[in-house]
């Protein structure tokens, strides 16, 4: 069994930053793309960065410039930076662990509870 645990949300002004961490936990062998999704009050979930193993990023054209994404690959662990954060930011994010491959060859999708960004105005 997969676990992924996100942390590091909270309430931020404007033009502050955040930094959020997730880490994957369980009888994993290895972690093809780990990823960051957003969803707000009343919206879709949606895409904001991603990282293959290899460390191929992939953002959302919202966040390009602002946001970072990294990864530890022998902590199973993905870090988003998120800096000059806008209202439009709000939202829970969740952290993804794409392909995952276990010790029982059984390869997975696994989603985190969330954790919720607040930026005001």
Do not use: Y
């Given at each position: 069994q997969v676990q992924v645990v996100e942390s590091g949300g909270g309430l931020v002004q404007a033009g502050g930053s955040l930094r959020l961490s997730c880490t994957a936990s369980g009888s994993i062998v290895r972690i093809e793309a780990m990823g960051w999704y957003r969803q707000a009050p009343g919206r879709q979930r949606e895409l904001v960065a991603t990282i293959t193993s290899s460390g191929w990023t992939n953002y959302?054209?919202?966040?390009?410039?602002?946001?970072?994404?990294?990864?530890?690959?022998a902590q199973n662990t993905v870090y988003l930076q998120m800096n000059s954060l806008k209202p439009e930011d709000t939202g829970v994010y969740y952290c993804n662990a794409d392909?995952?491959?276990?010790t029982a060859r059984v390869q997975l999708t696994v989603w985190g509870q969330g954790t919720l960004v607040t930026v005001s105005s």
């Open positions: 959302a054209q919202s966040v390009e410039g602002r946001f970072s994404i990294s990864r530890d690959n392909r995952v491959v276990t």
